[in-house]
């Protein structure tokens, strides 16, 4: 394979953990190719300094890790949320989300460098080998993808481990037993799946969640806050200007310590089956809230049922990998476009896992309390007006049951 394969060097997703120091020996091995190290700090709140020291090992002369916090939140988070996008109605997409970035970086490092192909280390079972290659592949359609769970026989944590040992590939202890659950992490959510969670009927332990304290162990008494909007975009917290990333972290804490964004889900997996994930969303889950309630007032009726009509489309398509398809990027027009009015500031009440609208004004604000007021409205509005408008939308119903009455079909 190494004399024939025609590659020369490979950028890796790198983490720095077991699987992906395997990967970068066996690529070296295998293919006999120079590896070019990547690791993103997307906020998954590790030191990602050990990656690099474990890359210079490997004589690794290439080696890239970058904060991309401030950009993953920019321009992925957001634009994502100004969609108040859920997968299968619950799901936030935190981890589908971080993909494209990493996929996106990857090839401009490999444009950079004169890398002839780029690797990954999802496995051949899961969603993220079909999000990182569909990335890959629009963004560079002549690269070489290699995957090497889908080609090795390393198929055990044993086999993982053997070859970790015969190539002195630093293992910590805590690593050499079965990790009880697998876990995703960047700065909108964590993820954990398999091993004790495998089993739907079986509750989570305590033990799985990472981001939030439980409900009941929540403060007794409200958090009170107000998240500022402009364009549909948060600004501000409790009329502090922050970065995207700043407040996203800022919101993770208030999340945390009131209990707020744990999910338990089985979900359908785009290869074809079902998984069941536990996530953690504290910040998210307060920003979907806010950003509702923002969009309540400002956006004019058809516009958001429009909008909340191609969501599951458009959630759909960042699942399954597809942020750089041309139909995300119609929808995504879309979107932004209805976010031109959603400015003003949305009240907030945090408690014992609950996210609650208090309040919300805008300058913008298509709500008249002399239209809607229960009182004399002077003229706002003429009640007689109703009786045609419901008897136009009655002759429809009224006809069908005449036809009814004679023994038609409905």
């Known amino acids: 394979m190494s004399s024939t394969s025609g590659v020369k060097k490979v950028v890796l997703a790198y983490s720095g953990g077991l699987d992906t120091s395997v990967i970068l020996r066996w690529l070296q091995q295998r293919y006999n190719c120079e590896v070019v190290t990547f690791t993103a700090d997307l906020g998954q709140g590790e030191e990602l300094e050990p990656a690099r020291k474990k890359a210079e090992i490997f004589g690794v002369k290439e080696i890239f890790v970058e904060d991309l916090r401030e950009t993953f939140v920019k321009d992925f988070v957001f634009p994502m949320f100004r969609a108040n996008t859920l997968y299968e109605g619950q799901y936030l997409l935190g981890t589908a989300i971080a993909r494209p970035l990493i996929a996106q970086r990857q090839i401009e490092i490999a444009e950079a460098v004169g890398a002839d192909a780029v690797a990954h280390g ?3 079972k899961g969603n993220d080998q079909v999000r990182f290659e569909l ?12 995957a090497p769970w889908r080609e090795w026989d390393l198929t055990s944590r044993t086999k993982l481990l053997d070859f970790a040992e015969k190539n002195q590939i630093p293992v910590t202890k805590d690593k050499r037993g079965e990790a009880p659950f697998s876990v995703d992490a960047n700065l909108l959510h964590s993820s954990s799946e398999g091993k ?9 332990d305590e033990i799985v969640f990472q981001r939030t304290v439980s409900p009941e162990s929540a403060p007794d008494k409200a958090t009170e806050i107000t998240i500022d909007f402009v364009n549909g975009d948060p600004v501000a917290l409790n009329g502090t200007t922050l970065s995207p990333a700043t407040l996203l972290t800022k919101l993770n804490e208030l999340g945390r310590i009131n209990g707020i964004g744990r999910l338990d889900l089985v979900e359908n997996r785009f290869v074809g089956m079902k998984s069941r994930g536990i996530y ?17 007032i400002t956006l004019d009726r058809d516009a958001g049922h429009l909008k909340d009509s191609i969501m599951p489309r458009y959630a759909e398509l960042i699942y399954n990998g597809l942020w750089f398809s041309p139909e995300r990027r119609m929808l995504q027009a879309l979107i932004d476009t209805s976010q031109h009015s959603v400015t003003g500031r949305v009240r907030l009440k945090l408690y014992k896992g609950n996210v609650i609208c208090v309040g919300r004004e805008s300058p913008n604000s298509l709500y008249d309390a002399r239209v809607v007021t229960f009182e004399d409205d002077e003229g706002a509005y003429n009640q007689e007006d109703a009786q045609g408008f419901i008897k136009l939308n009655a002759l429809r119903l009224r006809l069908g049951a005449q036809i009814g009455r004679k023994g038609g079909a409905l």
């Open 122 to 124: 999802a496995t051949g």
């Open 135 to 146: 990335g890959y592949y629009a963004l560079k359609p002549d690269v070489k993808v290699i």
């Open 196 to 204: 004790i969670l495998e089993d739907p009927a079986v509750g989570p």
């Open 280 to 296: 953690e969303t504290p910040g998210g889950t307060i920003l979907l809230t806010a950003h509702r309630s923002m969009e309540t």
